[in-house]
Antibody, heavy 121, light 109 residues
Framework: QVQLVESGGGVVQPGRSLRLSCAAS????????MHWVRQAPGKGLEWVAV????????YYADSVKGRFTISRDNSKNTLYLQMNSLRAEDTAVYYC??????????????WGQGTLVTVSS | SYELTQPPSVSVSPGQTARITCSGD??????AYWFQQKSGQAPVLVIY???KRPSGIPERFSGSSSGTMATLTISGAQVEDEAAYYC????????????FGGGTKLTVL
């Protein structure tokens, strides 16, 4: 079965950096695009970024563009989110989710359990 | 920036039909997706491409879209359907960026 496991969250000071990881298993990781979605405490879902199956294209929400970088290592079945210049408003649970393949699977059909990032001095 | 608008809350009694709406200017051209999120859990996809239901999702969940509004319908809502529901779609101008609605808290009591 599809499994996505995020890690790397924690408490970090404003202005510092953090890298999140999402380990994938149970499917052919290199065939699927991947998303990061976040949720601030008590708030709604916010889409963060997407990367194509081969890493050739990436898109970001305006709120993180220029500060966050999505990447992947298909040899390790792992998705990453490099977060720089962190702000208090980046405090959230960060989820990775699988994109869809036309005619096979729907976007966001599988999600990890999330990892909490707290930006605080 | 593109926005999807949902009502903050909807309340129904068990067995009644719950309807949750999502409005967005690009919905006539873009698919809507719906997610259920129970407290402390990751979201779950319940409807994709406006009206398709993933395997394992009960038949009481259905979706439709007309003009600038998409609707999630739960026919015969159960107490276990109480959750937050989010719509989602792609950005009207940059089709590979995604947007979530603000979420609707469904109360079934």
């Amino acid at each position: 079965q599809v499994q996505l496991v995020e890690s790397g969250g924690g408490v970090v000071q404003p202005g510092r950096s953090l890298r999140l990881s999402c380990a994938a298993s149970g499917f052919t990781f290199s065939s699927y695009g991947m998303h990061w979605v976040r949720q601030a405490p008590g708030k709604g879902l916010e889409w963060v970024a997407v990367i194509w199956y081969d890493g050739s294209d990436k898109y970001y929400a305006d709120s993180v563009k220029g500060r966050f970088t999505i990447s992947r290592d298909n040899s390790k079945n792992t998705l990453y989110l490099q977060m720089n210049s962190l702000r208090a408003e980046d405090t959230a649970v960060y989820y990775c989710a699988r994109d869809g393949v036309v005619g096979v699977t729907a976007p966001f059909d599988s999600w990890g359990q999330g990892t909490l990032v707290t930006v605080s001095s | 920036s593109y926005e999807l608008t949902q009502p903050p809350s909807v309340s129904v009694s068990p067995g009644q039909t719950a309807r949750i709406t999502c409005s967005g200017d690009a919905l006539p051209k873009k698919y809507a997706y719906w997610f259920q999120q129970k407290s402390g859990q990751a979201p779950v996809l319940v409807i994709y491409e406006d009206s398709k239901r993933p395997s394992g999702i009960p038949e009481r969940f259905s979706g439709s879209s007309s003009g600038t509004m998409a609707t999630l319908t739960i026919s015969g809502a159960q107490v276990e359907d109480e959750a937050a529901y989010y719509c989602c779609s792609t950005d009207s101008s940059v089709s590979l960026r995604w947007v979530f609605g603000g979420g609707t808290k469904l109360t079934v009591l």
